[in-house]
DNA sequence: ACCTCACATGTACCTTGGGACATGTACTTT
DNA sequence: AAAGTACATGTCCCAAGGTACATGTGAGGT
């Protein structure tokens, strides 16, 4: 076949090899895979439906999955097939990993000394309690997982090592709000305007 | 004026408030911008110069920001405007964060099972140690901001705020990655065949 | 018998992101 | 004087992400 998948080069695409490693867990229909994105990989990976049914239909046409049952309405699960298997192998071994971050919270940050102090310390106070709380939620999964709640298989096990990256950076997170807050808010501003950018770079042509 | 930003709702644009954000510090052109955006939010946010010459346009388009002066080979300073000012602290103080990670690193453990042990081991061998290093670095940036060698102002707090987040991200996930090397790899699998996937769901067609 | 809700799959469109390609100018070195 | 390099701005196209919209089915309640 001659689906090109990798631009040239051969980057990664994030969305199909998370198709392709949940469906190596089993069958599953785009529905399921919509719920299990939103479930399990939701705050690390969003992924909305019409991509995924989009998505599974390139990876069917690529040979990487097929149709493995029929079910109730219209209802079809598909397989990873040996192409596909091996796919999502040769991205996890040979494939470099892309080590942006991307957090929100963080490129922000560039830009507190724009916020009023009393803005920002409201803000970060909301932050840290936003990443301390998905982080104890995150500790509780990590605990049930300890205690053999869903078992020892290998998905189980690599569940768990997602978990503990999420339960370190959310605390991360929470605790850098936290000390963030003990900044100071720079020098004192010159007291009469509260705004002191934007002059800078005195004019000419 | 009458150009829309943010689709009905308010949602909020990376790109747009980042070149708003680094434009409050003082005018600068596409090119210095480009160049500040790989230098200092390089790993967190790339962008790359296409886009930031597009989005100035749009930007000044929304009389958001405008020319500030005209240089040596065509190059066009622009400033910030008081409108572009409103609108960065409004999205600052009112838009609210979103939360998601997108870390790689991070969904790829998810199919860790997937792979070989030895591979595993190696690659969580390579991601300790690179992220170990970029931590290091990190560390060094703020030691020298706060051996004051970038001066006091609010932009340098806010530089070093944002280069704290990075310290403890990037330590988070190499400690993480150095957790994950002491989880051992599942069920000792069959013996024969090092794949233990894929078989799920035998085949009909 | 009807209604409603969860299940289930998709199309259409618009925005964003990324890479390739194109162009030209000033400075610096040989 | 020629050549190379860093400066500087942009267009074009395709892939990817996100939202809204559209459609239909089966199970359970009233």
Known sequence: MDVRFT???GEAVSLRHGLLGLLAEGPASGYDLARRFEEHLGPVWPAQHPKIYAELSRLSDAGMIEVDSHGPR???AYRITETGLAEIRRWLTEEKVDHTLRIESVLRSFFFWLMEPDDLQAHLRREQEFFAEIAEVARGYAAAKDRGDFGTSGQTRSMRVAVEAA??????LADWAEWARTVP??????????APAARAADGET
Chains 1, 2 share one sequence.
Request: hydrophobic share 25%; aromatic share 4%; charged share 30%.
């Open 74 to 76: 219209g209802r079809k």
């Open 167 to 172: 339960t370190r950076i959310y605390q991360a």
């Open 7 to 9: 631009s040239e080069d």
């Open 185 to 194: 808010p720079a020098v004192p501003a010159t007291g009469d305007d509260a």
